[in-house]
C-alpha cells in the first residue's frame, strides 16, 4: 500500500498554488521583477524588530497568554476604536500565528463538515482550500467586471446562501480584484445574513490599503451587537511584517472560551517577543503605514497607466489592496502567458488561473514595490504586449 493512500481525501485534494509554481520556474534568475507574490518590498521596520530584540534580550521566551499578552489585546482595541469610531473592548480581540491562522480558526469555529461556506471570487484561493479541508463545500458567487470595474450581484448572492450555509467571507477591499465593498453592499451582505442565520468572516486585512480615504467600508460601520460578524486580520500588508505571522481575530466576546481552546489545540499561543513587536507597530506606526500607502497609490497610477496605455489591457485601477488584475486582448491561457512573460520579459506575475473559476483569463500583478521597479517592470509588460498580441 503506498503512502498516499493513507492519506484523507481532503489532504489529497488541497491545490498546489499556481503563484509558487511561476515564483518556482524563476528561482535563481538575476534581475527578474518579482510582482507575484502578495507583500511588499520593504522590510519590517526597526522599531519593530527592536521592540523583538527587547523581549528577547529580557527573556521573554516561555508560554505566554493563549488569546495573546493584554498588553496587545488592548492596543489591538485602541486601534480599532480609532480607526472605526467605535467603543471596542479587548475581549473581542485573539491573537494568531497569521491571518491564515485566523481564517482556520473562525471556519474551525462555525462550519463542520457537510457544511457550506460562500465567498466571492476571483479570490485568494486559502479561504476556500481552508474550508475544503475542513469537510465544508465552499460556493464561489463570481463578481462580474462591468465597464472594466468588479461588480457584485446581491441576487446571486442570495440563491447561493441556502440552509447549509453556515458562513459568508467577505474580503473587502479584495485580493485579487481590489473590488470593494461600498457600505450600501455591506448592509446589503448583512441583512441576507441575518435572514439566512448566516455568520459573515470579514477579512478586512487591506481596509488601510484603500485610495479614496483614510480606510474603507467596513462592517463595524453597519453590524449591531447581534450580528454574528468574525473579523480577520494580519500584520502582514500595513507594518512589512509578512514573514512574522502574526494576526488576530475580532469576535463577540462571548465566543472567548471557544477560540481561545482553538487557538490552544493548534498552536498554543504565539511568541511573547512577537507580540511585543506587533504591539510596537499598533502604537508607533501609524506614519509608516500612511507612508506604504501613499507609496502604494503612486504606484497604482503608474503601473496602470503604462499598461492602459497599450490599448490592449482591460483594466481599471482598483479602488483598494495592491493588485493590478488585469487580462490581455488575445490572451487565453494566462498561465502559460505568466511562464512566458518571467521569459521574455523579466516580470513575475500571478496567473489568474490561481484564483479560482472566475479568474483565468487574468493577470494578478502586485504593484506594492519601489517606484522605479514599478515603471520597469510596466514598461517590460507593456513592450511584451505590443509584441504578442
Known amino acids: 500500500m503506498s503512502h498516499t493512500s493513507r492519506l484523507s481525501a481532503q489532504a489529497l485534494a488541497a491545490p498546489a498554488s499556481g503563484i509558487v509554481a511561476v515564483m518556482q520556474h524563476a528561482f535563481g534568475r538575476e534581475g527578474v521583477v518579482p510582482l507575484w507574490a502578495g507583500e511588499g518590498d520593504l522590510s519590517t521596520p526597526a522599531f519593530i524588530s527592536d521592540a523583538a530584540a527587547a523581549s528577547l534580550a529580557k527573556g521573554e521566551t516561555f508560554y505566554t497568554y493563549q488569546r495573546g499578552l493584554p498588553e496587545l489585546r488592548q492596543a489591538l482595541a485602541d486601534y ?108 446589503a451582505i448583512l441583512a441576507i445574513a441575518r435572514e439566512s442565520d448566516t455568520a459573515i468572516i470579514a477579512d478586512e486585512i487591506y481596509s488601510r490599503f484603500y485610495y479614496a480615504g483614510r480606510r474603507a467600508p467596513s462592517f463595524h460601520d453597519v453590524m449591531e451587537d447581534g450580528d454574528t460578524v468574525l473579523f480577520v486580520n494580519s500584520f502582514s500588508k500595513n507594518w512589512a ?86 487580462s490581455i486582448d488575445g490572451v487565453t491561457d494566462t498561465r502559460a502567458a505568466a511562464f512566458r512573460i518571467v521569459d521574455e520579459a523579466g516580470v513575475g506575475l ?18 506594492h514595490r519601489r517606484l522605479d521597479e514599478v515603471d520597469l517592470a510596466a514598461d517590460r509588460i507593456a513592450e511584451w504586449i505590443v509584441r504578442n498580441t
Open 80 to 187: 480599532t476604536q480609532t480607526l472605526y469610531g467605535r467603543p471596542q473592548s479587548p475581549d473581542r480581540f485573539f491573537v494568531t500565528g497569521s491571518g491564515m491562522q485566523a481564517i482556520q480558526i473562525a471556519i474551525a469555529a462555525l462550519v463542520q463538515a457537510g457544511d457550506e461556506v460562500v465567498y466571492f471570487g476571483p479570490a485568494w484561493p486559502n479561504f476556500a482550500a481552508a474550508s475544503e479541508l475542513a469537510g465544508a463545500r465552499a460556493i464561489e458567487v463570481p463578481l462580474e467586471p462591468v465597464d472594466g470595474a468588479w461588480r457584485l450581484d446581491l441576487d446571486r448572492l442570495r440563491s447561493a446562501v441556502g440552509a447549509k450555509t453556515r458562513a459568508i467571507f467577505v474580503n473587502s477591499p479584495s485580493n485579487p480584484t481590489g473590488w470593494t465593498a461600498s457600505e450600501e453592499e455591506l448592509r
Open 241 to 326: 511584517m509578512t514573514g512574522w505571522r502574526v494576526g488576530w481575530i475580532e469576535a463577540p466576546a462571548e465566543l472567548d472560551e471557544v477560540l481561545a481552546n482553538l487557538i490552544q489545540y493548534s498552536t498554543s499561543g504565539v511568541a511573547a517577543f512577537m507580540q511585543r513587536a506587533a504591539i510596537a507597530a499598533l502604537t508607533q506606526g501609524e506614519s509608516f503605514v500612511e507612508e506604504q500607502i501613499a507609496r502604494a497609490h503612486e504606484a497604482r497610477d503608474r503601473f496602470s497607466r503604462r499598461l492602459m496605455a497599450t490599448n490592449r489591457v482591460s483594466l481599471t485601477p482598483p479602488a483598494g489592496a495592491f493588485y493590478a488584475f488585469f
Open 350 to 367: 500571478a496567473p489568474g488561473t490561481a484564483f479560482g473559476p472566475a479568474g483565468p483569463q487574468f493577470l494578478r500583478a502586485c504593484f
